[in-house]
């Protein structure tokens, strides 16, 4: 059974940064593609950064590139998000995601109808900015 469990979230003024982990058990590692996701109470959840096994593909969000850099561990089973100059729209529940496929979870990043086909999800991690 896949288990994703996310740490690192808080609470941190506009201008600051985060970084969140998550880590990774009971699959084949380097089979999965890994991404994050956040989700305002209310909202939908969108697709905020993805990383292909072997780190050779990535993707953002529009509204976090430059600012956010998503990057994996093989070794320690580790995905992590880095969050620099956070801004106050970036409050919200971040989950980490593994899919089976680059193209379901690309899918699932860019279209919200795609992410009720992802499984394997973390428990979540708030992020609150303050302005």
């Known amino acids: 059974q896949v288990q994703l469990v996310e740490s690192g979230g808080g609470s941190v003024q506009a201008g600051g940064s985060l970084r969140l982990s998550c880590a990774t058990s009971?699959?084949?590692?380097?089979?999965?593609?890994m991404g994050w996701f956040r989700q305002v109470a209310g909202k939908e959840r969108e697709g905020v950064a993805a990383?292909?096994?072997?780190?050779?593909?990535?993707y953002y969000a529009d509204s976090v590139k430059g600012r956010f850099t998503i990057s994996q561990d093989n070794a320690k089973k580790m995905v992590y998000l880095q969050m620099n100059s956070l801004k106050p729209e970036d409050t919200a529940m971040y989950y980490c995601?593994?899919?089976?496929?680059?193209?379901?979870?690309?899918?699932?990043?860019?279209?919200?109808?795609?992410?009720?086909?992802?499984?394997?999800w973390g428990q979540g991690t708030q992020v609150t900015v303050s302005s």
């Open positions: 990383i292909k096994s072997g780190g050779d593909s990535t």
């Open positions: 995601a593994a899919a089976r496929s680059w193209w379901l979870l690309l899918q699932s990043s860019t279209s919200s109808g795609w992410v009720k086909n992802i499984d394997n």
């Open positions: 009971g699959y084949t590692y380097s089979s999965n593609y």
